[in-house]
């Protein structure tokens, strides 16, 4: 079965700092990899995605993640934080059926907040 | 184009009382999705809709929940009667579906229950 883990709950940075959120994954096969990022009181939003190919993923809004099979990691990184980032972060790793659709196991999110 | 609709967005409720919610997906997204997100946790899928078949329902609490999909397109998710627990975000996704690979999930606003 797959799972995710975000081993941050919560996170603070200062506006202008660099940013590095963890998630590690279990899953048996190539994955398929997501980070979503959930506003107060909207959905979720899809930041980037990692299918196959480049392990440096560049997603929405300066966002980026890099793939590291070895330590099955996914960590979503960005170089300058800015105070409209403050949100909850969700890491997610799916898996295509092969009867149609996908599977998607959610990590439990990291908190972030920004300093101005 | 139009994104996933949800109403109501908020609801209150007591104990024991019936509740329904309501999704209308992407138009020509075949894969539609139910999640539970309580406070603090990552949404949790509880059933998985492929056009108006049931795909996967293995996490939805089947002695309280119902879910259907008539006519292949909106939803509705009911619960009957309402716990305490069921205190929760309820978010609804939908996808394309296409042979084995992987289709992006596009989620909706949530219907936040909050059960006195």
């Known amino acids: 079965a797959q799972s995710v883990t975000q081993p941050d709950i919560h996170i603070t940075v200062s506006e202008g700092a660099s940013l590095e959120l963890r998630c590690n994954y279990s899953?048996?096969?190539?994955?398929?990899l997501f980070w979503y990022v959930q506003s107060p009181g909207q959905g979720l939003q899809l930041l980037l995605k990692?299918?196959?190919?480049?392990?440096l993923v560049q997603g929405i809004k300066g966002f980026e993640a890099e793939f590291k099979r070895s330590q099955s990691s996914f960590n979503l990184r960005k170089p300058s934080v800015h105070w409209s980032d403050a949100a909850e972060y969700f890491c997610?790793?799916?898996?295509?059926?092969?009867?149609?659709?996908?599977?998607?196991?959610f990590g439990t999110g990291t908190q972030l907040k920004v300093e101005l | 184009e139009a994104g996933v609709a949800q109403s109501p967005r908020y609801k209150i409720i007591e104990k024991r009382q019936s509740v329904a919610f309501w999704c209308n997906p992407i138009s020509g997204h075949a894969t539609l999705y139910w999640y539970q997100q309580i406070l603090g946790q990552g949404p949790k899928l509880l059933i998985q809709?492929?056009?108006?078949?049931?795909?996967?329902d293995s996490q939805l609490p089947k002695d309280r929940f119902s879910a259907e999909r008539l006519k292949g397109v909106d939803s509705t998710l009911k619960i009957q009667p309402a716990k305490l627990e069921d205190s929760a975000v309820y978010l609804c996704a939908s996808s394309l579906v296409g042979g084995g690979n992987y289709n992006e999930q596009f989620f909706g606003p949530g219907t936040r229950l909050t059960v006195l």
């Open positions: 809709f492929q056009n108006n078949g049931v795909v996967d």
């Open positions: 997610a790793v799916g898996a295509g059926l092969t009867g149609g659709g996908n599977k998607l196991t």
């Open positions: 990692y299918f196959s190919g480049d392990t």
């Open positions: 899953y048996g096969a190539t994955p398929y």
